[in-house]
């Protein structure tokens, strides 16, 4: 079947622009995570939703920063006035359960972003 | 607090031979453990994980992992290298506190030919 997917698997964009970073989940999964991955700092959580719940923000590094997800699938990650340290490998997750612990988190490609 | 310690940068062997990438974690209450994997400029691929049961898990081709309650290691590992095998893999824990995952740094495996 359709794994997560992502979009764009790139974007490059200038100092103090603002992005949008799209992720499509695995159907059915009611769990979707953001990560992300950069030299420095290796693989960091982001943001979590689950269902209808409220979102666990607790990784977002700034208020630059900010994610929606919009009829429990679809989830978009902004961040606006990016920063050179904003570069990185944006990856998105996504499982199946709402008692998610057990349960495995796929992957998506990434959205690699290079801030000028 | 969940974490995960990858000791090693780089893993070199050569093809045919044993491949083991160590892990250790450290967690409040029972560990879920997992095992990832990354291609070059491609996401996370699932390989196995521990919930419970059996220390010795298998999964994704052709690897294993041990998991050691006393040692607080989950040692991921495979008998015969592939050079298709090199890549970038990642350990990570969550325990029954935490929905995300806590990744180590990964070890970079390179298979000899």
């Known amino acids: 079947g359709a794994g997560v997917s992502q979009s764009p698997s790139n974007k490059v964009t200038e100092k103090g622009k603002d992005v949008e970073l799209r992720c499509d989940p695995i159907?059915?999964?009611?769990?979707l995570y953001w990560y992300r991955q950069s030299l420095g700092q290796g693989l960091e959580f982001l943001i979590y939703?689950?269902?209808?719940?409220?979102?666990?923000k607790s990784g977002l590094p700034s208020d630059r920063f900010s994610a929606e997800r919009t009829g429990g699938s679809v989830s978009t990650l902004t961040i606006q006035r990016t920063q050179q340290e904003d570069s990185a490998v944006y990856l998105c997750?996504?499982?199946?359960?709402?008692?998610?612990?057990?349960?495995?988190?796929?992957f998506g490609p990434g959205t690699r972003l290079l801030v000028l | 607090a969940q974490s995960v310690a990858q000791p090693e940068d780089q893993v070199n062997v050569a093809e045919g031979n044993p491949l083991t990438v160590k892990c250790t974690y450290s967690?409040?209450?029972?560990?879920?453990l997992f095992w990832y994997v990354q291609y070059p400029n491609r996401g996370l691929q699932f390989l196995l994980k521990?919930?419970?049961?059996?220390?010795l898990v298998k999964g994704s081709y052709g690897f294993e992992a041990e998991f050691n309650k006393s040692q607080t290691s989950f040692h991921l590992k495979k008998p015969s290298a592939l050079v298709s095998d090199s890549a970038l893999y990642f350990c990570?824990?969550?325990?029954?506190?935490?929905?995300?995952?806590?990744f180590g740094k990964g070890n970079q495996v390179v298979v000899i030919p």
């Open positions: 997750a996504s499982s199946r359960r709402t008692s998610g612990r057990r349960e495995t988190q796929y």
């Open positions: 159907s059915g999964h009611t769990a």
């Open positions: 939703f689950q269902g209808n719940s409220a979102p666990d």
């Open positions: 967690v409040s209450g029972n560990p879920y």
């Open positions: 521990y919930i419970t049961g059996d220390n």
């Open positions: 990570a824990v969550r325990d029954e506190g935490n929905n995300r995952l806590a």
